[in-house]
């Protein structure tokens, strides 16, 4: 696994040395595109600052470090630890954040600034959306082992759901997708009552 973790600047302005960047390259260079999108839907005030608390939750640190090979753990930080690895100098989501969120398209920004980046495609999505049931009732999966979690319901809460996903490509061998949720409830105080998928999931690489 590369511990590169802290090298994500320098990866992401310098890249590799690959004929694709070569000034003696005749071959023509291929189409740089970087896009992002942020999405966040609510009503009312209330249910913006729900929204706003469901990205500021961080899930207890031993269950990150857990998640982290023996060799990564060094790295997860003391506090704001939402990420447990890391591919192609970009961090892998063990929870979604605002600094997650801020980290990605933190992201985005930079490649679209560089112009010498081995990375010319990247794309950054997240979206959130927030609702009130009288009755709902959570059932999902591990993302990393498929296993079905147990059913729960609740009455009269407020769900928020966030999505978001990552995906680059740098070359046939060279590419990264990352796709992560997070379910939010609160109570219709906005009390919080419990938080789903936060956890390793699965990651496409090339």
Known sequence: MKLIIFLFTILFITGCKSEINSPDNNQQQPKREFTKSIERFFSNEFEKNLITAAESFYPPRDSVVNAAAMEFRIFIPDTNYWF???FDGVKIPYAITIH???????????????????????????KVEI?????????????LTGLQFPSIAFNNVNVVEMNL??????GPECGLY?????????????????????????????
């Not at 920004?109 to 495609?121: G, P, Q």
């Not at 609702?131 to 993302?143: M, N, V």
């Not at 109570?187 to 789903?196: A, E, H, P, T, V």
């Open 100 to 126: 997650a969120i801020n980290y990605f398209e933190e992201a985005i920004d930079a490649l679209t600034a560089s112009i010498n980046s081995f990375i010319y495609k990247a794309e950054f999505n997240y």
């Open 178 to 206: 990352i796709k992560h949720k997070r379910i939010v409830v609160f109570n219709s105080q906005g009390d919080l009552l419990q938080i789903f998928y936060d956890g390793a999931i699965p990651v496409m690489v090339s």
């Open 131 to 143: 609702s009130y049931y009288e009755t709902y009732i959570f059932e999902g999966f591990d993302q």
């Open 84 to 86: 447990y690895d890391a």
């Open 165 to 170: 996903s990552w995906d680059h490509y740098c």
